[in-house]
């Protein structure tokens, strides 16, 4: 039994090796599909290591984002996010509140006095003719002091290797299910995901203490889709809800993948999968001087492929009165909670 990743109030977030699903014997494979079914039932999250996103890429990832996010404001918005069916593009600091709320005026009067401290750039799968993403121009003046000139083959690249992790993900779930492993390929075989690059810029100390209402980098959430692959920095300021209502940090640990589930597998499993809430905060490191120093974070946002219509999973229920959500079509889902984001 390998430690866990985060254990604190009762949350209890599972450091699993990823590899013995993808490449070990049929025992372990098995084990190691119920850990990350049982990490999504009680935690809603888990960490997992040896995944096939290597350090070198993982890297490489990070630092063109980086570069992407020391371009001038203007050239950014040339690129900006414009509606919910696309959902490509950037977004300015504040453009963006995470949060439960439902009410578009409540979310306004958040977003207006504790906006979140962030920019980002959403990514989607390359080739969608309808809503094509927004590349930098890597041929500027701009652009070439930056250094992004193979930005958009890179993002292009880990798309795609994110995407495999999420089929693997939800082969995974379907084995711990006691489903064929193959029951949700179909589901997940267009690649209807979002990769997102964050930026959270400086931020000086006080800030976090100026606000009546708690200031944060990121307000508290679920996630909308599936599942979420995180990739972290080494900052911090993640943290989880327990079950008991406490926030609780979920630590960067080197080299895993922090994968949460998200509000329509919570929806599709019939509630027996959990979408827990979470947030970004101040660091719980104090910085040296006055300023927190940036933190960067990858997101990858996974989905059924927009078509598809999601019914309560074989086995999550044992009558027809039983299943807790009428059917529903996943893109008309997700641009239902995004358009109340932005």
């Known amino acids: 039994m390998e430690k866990a990743a985060v254990a604190d109030d009762g949350l209890l977030i599972p450091l699993i090796d990823l590899s013995k699903f993808l490449s070990g014997t049929e025992e372990q494979r098995v084990e190691t599909a119920k850990a990350i079914l049982h990490g999504f039932q009680t935690a809603g999250f888990v960490y997992l290591k040896n995944t096939p996103i290597d350090p070198a890429t993982r890297k490489h990832v990070f630092d063109m984002?980086?570069?992407?996010?020391?371009?001038?404001?203007?050239?950014?918005?040339?690129?900006?996010?414009?509606?919910?069916?696309?959902?490509?593009?950037?977004?300015?600091?504040?453009?963006?509140?995470?949060?439960?709320?439902?009410?578009?005026?409540?979310?306004?009067?958040?977003?207006?006095?504790?906006?979140?401290?962030?920019?980002?750039?959403?990514?989607?799968?390359?080739?969608?003719?309808?809503?094509?993403?927004?590349?930098?121009?890597?041929?500027?003046?701009?652009?070439?002091?930056?250094?992004?000139?193979?930005?958009?083959?890179?993002m292009v690249d880990f798309h795609d290797k994110c995407k495999a992790v999420h089929v693997e993900v939800m082969r995974a779930i379907a084995v711990g299910m006691g489903l064929g492993e193959r029951h949700f390929d179909d589901y997940v075989d267009v690649g209807d995901n979002t990769l997102r690059l964050l930026h959270y810029p400086p931020v000086a100390r006080d800030v976090f203490r100026s606000s009546k209402v708690a200031q944060v980098r990121a307000g508290e959430h679920s996630d909308y889709g599936s599942i979420t692959l995180l990739f972290q920095d080494s900052r911090g300021g993640l943290q989880v809800k327990s079950p008991n209502g406490k926030f609780?940090?979920?630590?960067?640990?080197?080299?895993?993948?922090?994968?949460?589930?998200?509000?329509?597998?919570?929806?599709?499993?019939?509630?027996?999968?959990?979408?827990?809430?979470?947030?970004?905060?101040?660091?719980?490191?104090?910085?040296?001087?006055?300023?927190?120093?940036?933190?960067?974070?990858?997101?990858?946002?996974?989905?059924?492929?927009?078509?598809?219509?999601?019914?309560?999973?074989?086995?999550?229920?044992?009558?027809?009165?039983?299943?807790?959500?009428?059917?529903?079509?996943?893109?008309?889902?997700?641009?239902?909670?995004?358009?109340?984001t932005y």
């Open 65 to 154: 984002s980086a570069r992407f996010f020391t371009l001038p404001y203007e050239d950014k918005l040339k690129v900006g996010w414009t509606t919910p069916e696309a959902n490509r593009g950037y977004s300015a600091p504040g453009r963006e509140k995470v949060t439960q709320l439902k009410n578009l005026e409540d979310v306004a009067k958040l977003k207006e006095s504790v906006p979140d401290m962030k920019e980002s750039i959403e990514i989607g799968r390359e080739g969608e003719p309808k809503y094509p993403n927004q590349w930098p121009d890597e041929t500027t003046a701009a652009a070439q002091e930056s250094e992004i000139a193979g930005f958009k083959a890179t």
């Open 248 to 340: 609780v940090d979920a630590t960067p640990i080197d080299d895993t993948i922090v994968v949460n589930a998200g509000d329509l597998l919570e929806r599709w499993s019939n509630d027996t999968i959990k979408s827990t809430i979470h947030r970004v905060v101040e660091p719980p490191a104090p910085p040296a001087g006055e300023t927190y120093p940036p933190r960067y974070s990858v997101a990858y946002f996974c989905n059924p492929n927009f078509k598809s219509h999601i019914e309560a999973i074989p086995g999550t229920y044992a009558t027809e009165s039983e299943k807790k959500y009428e059917g529903i079509n996943t893109g008309k889902y997700l641009v239902q909670r995004l358009a109340a």
